[in-house]
């Protein structure tokens, strides 16, 4: 018997990010708004318990992560354990649209699209709680990824609190040609001075408003301050393009390098051209999955 099915996977943005104390696991806490857009790749999987067994991954991108480095094989591989899956063939193949190295939990998402997409397909209707414990073992932002819409993210980035929708407005990212090592943006944000950090309790107070001028007001990531001095110089240029093209506010999302722009309404986001940045995607913000 084959049985297929095709489940989207949305990037995710950060609103507000700061990172708090390093943990005794070595890990750091972390306090921010994380916000999916609909911009997405798309995850085929097909079960079949006929002929060959095991997990396998492909991906329609030659340079991208396959087998047991990529995370969409990682959640094949614990939702095959905690349901304890009999012998069968897993097959995934991923069609990525939302730019790697980017910030913007690519990889999160199709695992979490792969865990959603097995519970459906093998009809084992996990509960929340299972499936949030299922996403959590795979990765940071994998839960949030199961469920999106708007949230305060702690812990690691999988302690979640819903939070009111984002207001409606359109968002231009524009993803530019470097990318940066998470672990060396981390190692070196644990050596600079941070120029400015996000107020996210006043983030939040703005979301529970419908507020969107003064969520854009508190938009601030931390790790801008730890990039090095030309990406940094390229992330500035851009939030400031940004902003002198109507956008309410600016930011870097995640470790970088991607950076968006928030306007009043989707034709505003659309109608700026930044494409001498790099790579642009306007999208919209998405209620709760």
Do not use: Q, W, Y
């Given at each position: 018997m084959v049985r297929k099915l095709t489940v989207p996977a949305y990037a995710k943005l950060n609103l507000t990010l700061e990172v708090l104390d390093r943990r005794p696991d070595g890990y750091h806490d972390m306090d921010m708004v994380m916000q999916t857009v609909d911009l997405r790749d798309t995850v085929d999987i097909t079960i079949s318990n006929e002929g060959k067994k095991g997990i396998e991954v492909d991906i329609n991108r030659d340079d991208l992560p396959k087998g047991i480095h990529n995370l969409a094989e990682k959640a094949a591989e614990a939702f095959s354990d905690y349901v304890n899956l009999p012998e069968t063939h897993i097959e995934v193949y991923i069609t990525k649209n939302i730019p790697d190295r980017a910030g913007m939990a690519g990889g999160s998402a199709d695992a979490a699209a792969v865990i959603r997409g097995l519970d459906k397909l093998l009809e084992t209707r996990l509960s929340d709680r299972e499936l949030y414990g299922v996403c959590a073992s795979v990765g940071s932002d994998v839960p949030f990824c199961l469920f999106g819409g708007t949230?305060?993210?702690?812990?690691?980035?999988?302690?979640?609190?819903?939070?009111?929708?984002?207001?409606?407005?359109?968002?231009?990212?524009?993803?530019?040609?470097?990318?940066?090592?998470?672990?060396?943006?981390?190692?070196?944000?644990?050596?600079?001075?941070?120029?400015?950090?996000?107020?996210?309790?006043?983030?939040?107070?703005?979301?529970?408003?419908?507020?969107?001028?003064?969520?854009?007001?508190?938009?601030?990531?931390?790790?801008?301050?730890?990039?090095?001095?030309?990406?940094?110089?390229?992330?500035?240029?851009?939030?400031?393009?940004?902003?002198a093209s109507g956008a309410l506010g600016a930011s870097m999302t995640g470790t970088g390098s991607a950076v968006f722009g928030v306007f009043s309404s989707p034709e505003a986001a659309k109608n700026v051209d930044l494409t001498r940045f790099g790579q642009t995607f306007a999208v919209s913000p998405m209620k709760k999955l």
């Open positions: 949230a305060l993210a702690r812990g690691r980035g999988e302690l979640l609190t819903d939070l009111p929708p984002m207001p409606d407005c359109g968002i231009l990212i524009v993803k530019p040609s470097f990318s940066v090592s998470t672990p060396a943006l981390f190692a070196a944000l644990d050596r600079c001075a941070v120029t400015a950090r996000p107020d996210t309790g006043r983030a939040v107070e703005a979301l529970r408003r419908g507020d969107l001028t003064a969520l854009c007001a508190n938009m601030v990531n931390v790790f801008e301050d730890a990039l090095p001095e030309e990406e940094r110089h390229i992330v500035v240029d851009i939030k400031s393009t940004l902003m």
